[in-house]
């Protein structure tokens, strides 16, 4: 009969691996031709109870192979346990997981904001103060940066596309271009965010009150020639 309690205690005092509801890993052993493997996914550190795969987590594809692909559907505790058999005689490794709850979230901090219009044809550069709310902290979780920020623009109540804008762990803003082809008449621009993911692809929540910004573009005035007056 198997015994968890000399690998599970070997593997307690390792760093422990954190990832986050809904992410996908792809684990794996040496493959050598001739062994067998087989791979367990459990529900807590009892290693009795195996992960359930449609509420819990569960593997993507044959838990018989040399690698194997997880996905993680629920926060809490897991042991992901590999067992490599040859000859008769087996070896079993364990990897200790925490899956933390998907609690990110990214919202504007601005408020609205106006300008005056300056030259036509060129961008106009837009900095919009960002608010990252990642996990526990975004030095435990850097690897989900890049985010991929997806905000749509309106002008004057026009669709006028999406913008995609990548965001690092030490971005306290984002840069968002608008083209100007109108300089005699006010505009109103809305910007609104559409959708942000890390670079894995994990949906970040959109905070509702801090979805949105209004910038309002004033048209540059005219002005006669200058004339001798006397």
């Not at 993911?197 to 200058?226: C, E, H, M, Y």
Request: negative net charge; charged residues 25%.
């Amino acid at each position: 009969m198997w015994c968890c309690c000399s690998v599970l205690l070997e593997a307690m005092g390792q760093e422990r691996v954190r990832l986050v509801e809904g992410e996908i890993h792809s684990f794996s052993v040496e493959e050598v031709m001739g062994r067998k493997y087989d791979w367990i996914l459990y529900s807590g550190f009892s290693m009795i109870t195996h992960a359930s795969s449609d509420l819990e987590a569960g593997f993507l594809g044959s838990s018989k192979l040399s690698v194997v692909s997880c996905v993680f559907k629920k926060k809490g505790n897991y042991v992901l346990r590999s067992d490599t058999e040859q000859g008769g005689c087996s070896n079993s490794r364990i990897l200790i997981l925490t899956v933390l709850s998907n609690n990110m979230s990214f919202g504007f901090v601005n408020a609205d904001q106006e300008a005056c219009a300056t030259t036509i044809g060129e961008p106009l550069p837009l900095d919009l103060t960002v608010e990252k709310n990642l996990a526990t902290s975004t030095t435990t979780f850097k690897q989900y940066f890049p985010l991929r920020v997806t905000v749509r623009v309106s002008e004057d109540g026009r669709d006028i596309g999406t913008q995609d804008i990548m965001i690092d762990r030490e971005d306290d803003a984002m840069a968002l271009n608008l083209k100007i082809d109108d300089l005699d008449n006010d505009h109103r621009y809305s910007i609104r965010l559409e959708k942000v993911q890390t670079n894995n692809g994990l949906p970040v929540g959109i905070i509702d009150a801090k979805s949105n910004i209004q910038f309002l573009l004033k048209k540059r005035p005219r002005a006669g020639k200058i004339v001798i007056v006397e």
